[in-house]
């Protein structure tokens, strides 16, 4: 049976959307990616019908199980592999074409790159392909490998790196030449929590300097906390696209807080809620936080002593 | 005319990077240096007769080394120079740069076609120079005259 887009694609669409013309960051238009594999020619369908718009100064996250078609996706808008069909576009210029790359960063996943280079040669050789200026090249890749925290390091050869160290060589390359679209293809995978926190901070940073971020990740708990959109993708299809707020929304259920409330007082609210016919699905106390604790204590104590 | 000028920049930094990518490595060191050595060696073979003279035999065993050699570093470092850069996918990082494929390709065979070229005149120089100094030296060719 086939399903049309619409059964397929689930969107949340932001209350506030408002039309904007500015030139979005990534557009792609039905991509479908098909390989062909093995002597009897089998096509195994990777990406189909993927249409995503990235706006600029959006940290836009692209999540999905393996074989989802995330690093596929990546892959065409980059112009690295062409798609079966449709098209994909960075800044308003098709991606097939080299100049459209020229202010964007890519991290590939679990990077490999020239063990017998030093990390500090690495980052100048790209520097180099990305348009750097000669007198600029030392400057440019002193700041975005000292940005990654590994100007120690960078007189080693990354052939003597650990995993954390490559991810973070490989976003200092990928930030070398400041980007405005910077592509992250699983950066947190390997990375240790201080890594990963350092990770957080400069994608933060590069949104509150303009930059635009795609990113794509297993990790969800990171992506909920970075991320202003998301798209799920699932066997090469989108499943859910939307901004972060919404999505998280569940509108399918409704929670009301209110005051101490005695047993009496909690039976009527239940057989209440049965005459209306709606279900109570949990009676908890709902968690503070550390912060709200330690403001309430803090200016308990202030009160008391005033 | 700036992407061209692009185009240039990106092939020579691609051309210097396979170079160093190459010469870094410990094979290439290894029979570089017993290329070398095997050159050199020639000084100490040289009072074997063989039927012809001291200068021929110079110049036949460098540049058979040069020649055995050269082609072992040719076979060795380029054949890897794609596919290397394919199966640990940093031509994925590279691609993902402004540059066109072609420029690609053009800089990984300027740098390796620059290493060949460079290998085989160092050990090709060296012979005609040793040659040279043993001309020059104490122990001169004989000649027809002088065997006379």
Aim: proline share 4%; with cysteine; charged share 25%.
């Amino acid at each position: 049976m086939k399903r049309s887009k619409s059964d397929l694609v689930d969107r949340v669409k932001p209350e506030d959307s408002v039309a904007t013309t500015l030139t979005p960051a990534i557009e792609t238009h039905g991509l479908r990616k098909d390989y062909v594999l093995g002597l009897r020619s089998v096509r195994v369908r990777a990406l189909d019908n993927l249409t995503l718009t990235v706006m600029p100064n959006q940290v836009f996250g692209l999540l999905g199980p393996n074989g989802s078609g995330k690093s596929t996706s990546l892959k065409i808008i980059l112009g690295l592999i062409h798609p079966t069909s449709g098209s994909a576009r960075i800044f308003g210029r098709p991606s097939t074409h080299p100049e459209a790359r020229r202010k964007v960063g890519f991290l590939p996943e679990s990077p490999s790159f020239y063990p017998f280079l030093t990390g500090w040669e690495m980052v100048r050789f790209f520097a180099r392909l990305s348009g750097v200026r000669s007198n600029e090249l030392d400057e440019r890749t002193e700041r975005a490998i000292s940005e990654v925290g590994l100007l120690d390091a960078a007189g080693r050869r990354l052939g003597l790196y650990s995993k954390g160290m490559l991810q973070r060589i490989g976003l200092a390359q990928a930030l070398v030449h400041d980007p405005d679209l910077l592509i992250l293809d699983e950066p947190m995978a390997g990375v240790d929590p201080f890594g990963t926190e350092a990770f957080i901070r400069i994608i933060q940073e590069l949104k509150s300097r303009g930059k635009t971020v795609l990113l794509c990740t297993h990790m969800l708990s990171q992506a909920e906390q970075i991320c202003d959109e998301i798209a799920i993708l699932h066997l090469g299809r989108l499943v859910l696209e939307g901004s972060m707020a919404n999505i998280l929304r569940n509108f399918d259920r409704r929670s009301l807080v209110v005051g101490s409330i005695n047993d009496k007082g909690l039976k009527a609210v239940r057989d209440l809620l049965s005459s209306l016919d709606v279900e109570l699905h949990s009676v908890d106390f709902p968690p503070l936080g550390l912060e709200a604790i330690f403001r309430r204590e803090v200016i308990k104590l202030d009160s008391d002593s005033a | 005319m700036k992407f061209f000028y692009n185009c240039v920049r990106s092939l020579f930094a691609i051309a210097e990077n396979t170079i160093r990518d190459a010469v870094r490595q410990r094979f290439f060191s290894a029979v570089l240096i017993l290329a070398l050595l095997l050159v050199v060696s020639g000084l100490f073979f040289q009072e074997f007769d063989f039927g012809a003279s001291e200068l021929k035999f110079i110049a036949d065993f460098g540049f058979g080394t040069v020649l055995f050699f050269g082609s072992i570093l040719t076979i060795v470092a380029t054949t890897q120079v794609y596919f290397g850069e394919f199966d640990s996918r940093a031509v994925m990082t590279v691609l993902a740069k402004p540059m066109h494929r072609s420029v690609f390709m053009a800089g990984k065979f300027l740098g390796m076609s620059l290493i060949v070229f460079h290998s085989h005149p160092t050990g090709c120089g060296e012979t005609p120079f040793r040659a040279g100094l043993k001309k020059g030296g104490r122990r001169r060719i004989p000649t027809k005259e002088s065997a006379v």
